[in-house]
């Protein structure tokens, strides 16, 4: 079983790895597990790797950038922000950064609330989205029951959107001085804008991973299978 901790828990003050975080959250997980019709089976080895990093592997590995070269990797998703400095292919890391209060569950919000002021009934799912679909005018005219509050629906997402990049920006101010920046996470589309505007960097030194929000899940299987 492979498994992640916060950069802020794998990590100590000292961007050193934090053993006894590593141990409790395996501790925590190799035990028995019984399903719904009684069937057991027992976890027997936990992997704990750390969020956010091994997302950029594949893409390290195609740019293979010395050990003098610094990545920032942004992992922004649903509730939590966290972000890490790297050098060369992951030979060490540098600085760290998380932030459990920040995420893109901030435009979820503002989205569901433009909807219901516009009849529409709404969930966390019908919300996402939305967003996602924000600029696709003809969906938005088939799913929003008040036609005439769509623009209104759109502009509270794009300031809510505004909101977000502004706030992880903020948050990152001290990480201006890397060599590139890889974006992840299912909020990395959301940010990439503030982001290029925020790092004086080459268009080509800021990139959104592909399928950023299954990057991580993804390049940890293929790590794993070439283990």
């Given at each position: 079983?492979?498994?992640?901790?916060?950069?802020?828990?794998?990590?100590?003050?000292?961007?050193?790895?934090?053993?006894?975080?590593?141990?409790?959250?395996?501790?925590?997980?190799?035990?028995?597990?019984v399903l719904n019709k009684g069937r057991a089976f027992t976890v027997t080895d936990?992997?704990?790797?750390?969020?956010?990093?091994?997302?950029?592997?594949?893409?390290?590995?195609?740019?293979?950038?010395?050990?003098?070269?610094?990545?920032?990797?942004?992992?922004?998703?649903?509730?939590t922000l966290d972000a890490g400095v790297i050098g060369g292919q992951l030979d060490?890391?540098?600085?760290?950064h998380g932030n459990p209060a920040v995420g893109v569950s901030q435009v979820t919000?503002?989205?569901?609330?433009?909807?219901?002021?516009?009849?529409?009934?709404?969930?966390?799912?019908?919300?996402?989205?939305?967003?996602?679909?924000?600029?696709?005018?003809?969906?938005?005219?088939?799913?929003?029951?008040?036609?005439?509050?769509?623009?209104?629906?759109?502009?509270?997402?794009?300031?809510?959107?505004?909101?977000?990049?502004?706030?992880?920006?903020?948050?990152?101010?001290?990480?201006?001085?890397?060599?590139?920046?890889?974006?992840?996470?299912?909020?990395?589309?959301?940010?990439?804008?503030?982001?290029?505007?925020?790092?004086?960097?080459?268009?080509?030194?800021?990139?959104?991973?592909?399928?950023?929000?299954?990057?991580?899940?993804?390049?940890?299987?293929?790590?794993?299978?070439?283990?």
């Amino acid at each position: 079983l492979s498994v992640t901790l916060p950069l802020s828990e794998y990590y100590d003050g000292d961007c050193q790895r934090n053993e006894e975080n590593k141990r409790r959250k395996r501790e925590n997980l190799m035990r028995e597990l019984v399903l719904n019709k009684g069937r057991a089976f027992t976890v027997t080895d936990v992997k704990v790797m750390p969020e956010s990093l091994p997302a950029a592997f594949s893409r390290l590995a195609e740019l293979k950038p010395g050990p003098a070269e610094t990545t920032l990797i942004i992992d922004l998703g649903g509730t939590t922000l966290d972000a890490g400095v790297i050098g060369g292919q992951l030979d060490d890391i540098s600085a760290g950064h998380g932030n459990p209060a920040v995420g893109v569950s901030q435009v979820t919000r503002a989205a569901a609330g433009a909807l219901r002021a516009a009849d529409r009934e709404t969930s966390a799912l019908i919300a996402d989205t939305i967003i996602r679909n924000r600029n696709d005018r003809q969906y938005l005219q088939r799913v929003i029951n008040d036609a005439g509050k769509i623009d209104e629906v759109r502009n509270k997402i794009t300031e809510a959107i505004t909101s977000l990049g502004a706030r992880v920006t903020s948050e990152l101010t001290a990480f201006r001085n890397v060599n590139r920046v890889f974006l992840v996470g299912g909020g990395a589309s959301l940010i990439e804008e503030a982001i290029r505007q925020a790092w004086p960097l080459a268009p080509d030194r800021i990139e959104v991973i592909g399928d950023p929000q299954m990057a991580l899940a993804r390049e940890i299987a293929l790590y794993n299978k070439e283990d």
